[in-house]
């Protein structure tokens, strides 16, 4: 059964920092890619950034390239993403997802889920 366990979220003023983390437990992180999606109120889920199971392909929303970086720690298996120069409008519920074969694009093609970790971004 392939689980994860999203920690991390926090309230953080424009500018700011905040790094979360995705637990994985049932698999390796070499047996599967994991994505990161968000989900703000109101709005469709939306693919943020994904690492491959070789953790050689990496891949970003335009919205979020040069300020999110994602990474994994085999040894903890647990994948992280680091969030810089966070804006209001990356506010949302942060959701890391596997199950899949390779780094697709929309989140019906991920079948397990975490439970969110939320992220404010509010002054």
């Known amino acids: 059964q392939l689980q994860l366990v999203e920690s991390g979220g926090g309230l953080v003023q424009p500018g700011g920092s905040l790094r979360l983390s995705c637990a994985a437990s049932g698999f390796t992180l070499d047996d599967y890619p994991i994505g990161w999606f968000r989900q703000a109120p109101g709005k469709e889920r939306e693919g943020v950034s994904c690492i491959s199971a070789s953790g050689l392909s990496i891949n970003y929303a335009d919205s979020v390239k040069g300020r999110f970086t994602i990474s994994r720690d085999n040894a903890e298996n647990t994948v992280y993403l680091q969030m810089n120069r966070l804006k209001p409008e990356d506010t949302a519920v942060y959701y890391c997802?596997?199950?899949?074969?390779?780094?697709?694009?929309?989140?019906?093609?991920?079948?397990?889920w975490g439970q969110g970790t939320q992220v404010t971004v509010s002054s």
């Open positions: 997802a596997t199950g899949t074969t390779w780094c697709a694009p929309e989140p019906a093609d991920f079948d397990s």
